[in-house]
Structures are given as structure tokens and as C-alpha cells.
Nanobody, 124 residues
Framework: VQLQASGGGLVQAGGSLRLSCAASGLTFSSSSGAWFRQAPGKEREFVAAIRESNGATRSSDLVKGRFTISRDNAKNTLYLQMTSLKPEDTAVYYC??????????????????WGKGTLVTVSS
């Protein structure tokens, strides 16, 4: 399984970015997907997740209302649409996948596959 995250970059506060995560070796229509992030000097934290069966989503309170996770089954790609970005959103963003949904979706230890990350920098 390989996950390739892309779409990071430098953006001003208040701006938007869309991250993509292309998968090979699994299909997002039958696998759950998630985004985590890790800011400099901090632990990796949950951002958002999407369930394989019904596409239900969960997101962190820190990004709720600003970030949206989605997937395109035809392209086998996971997305994270980020709006109203803040300097505190600066981090390396990682996509993750697992075969089946877990109630511990917010815990990075429960995700089996990881991409290498893409850097998002939000300037003030």
C-alpha cells in the first residue's frame, strides 16, 4: 500500500488549500481514510476522518467548520479542503488509511498505512 500526499504550500492567513492523497494497493471506497498533522515541536494530532461504508466524517474541534474531508472513489483519492486558514494550522499534514473504521479513529496508532506528509505553512 502506498499513499502519496500532495497540495501543501505557503498561504496567507484566511486563505485556502486543498490537499490530496492518492492511494495504490487499497481503495478508499472500502477503506477508511484520515488526515493528521504535526506542527514543529508538537505531537501528531488528528484532523479529520472518513468512514469507508457510508462516507460519514469526523473532525477535530480545532478545524470543524473550516476543514472538510472527502474522497473521490473514481480517482481513489482522499482530499482535505482547508479554508479560513490560521497560522496555527502550520504543520506537516499526513494522510492515513485502514481497512475498517475504528471508534478510535482519532488515535494515530489505529491507522495502518501512512503517506509521507505535505507541508502547509500559513503566514500571518
Amino acid at each position: 500500500v502506498q499513499l502519496q500526499a500532495s497540495g501543501g504550500g505557503l498561504v496567507q492567513a484566511g486563505g485556502s488549500l486543498r490537499l490530496s492523497c492518492a492511494a495504490s494497493g487499497l481503495t478508499f471506497s472500502s477503506s477508511s481514510g484520515a488526515w493528521f498533522r504535526q506542527a514543529p515541536g508538537k505531537e501528531r494530532e488528528f484532523v479529520a476522518a472518513i468512514r469507508e461504508s457510508n462516507g460519514a466524517t469526523r473532525s477535530s474541534d480545532l478545524v470543524k467548520g473550516r476543514f472538510t474531508i472527502s474522497r473521490d472513489n473514481a480517482k481513489n483519492t482522499l482530499y482535505l479542503q482547508m479554508t479560513s486558514l490560521k497560522p496555527e494550522d502550520t504543520a506537516v499534514y499526513y494522510c492515513a488509511a485502514r481497512n475498517h473504521w475504528s471508534v478510535r479513529y482519532y488515535d494515530m496508532e489505529y491507522w495502518n498505512y501512512w503517506g509521507k506528509g505535505t507541508l502547509v505553512t500559513v503566514s500571518s
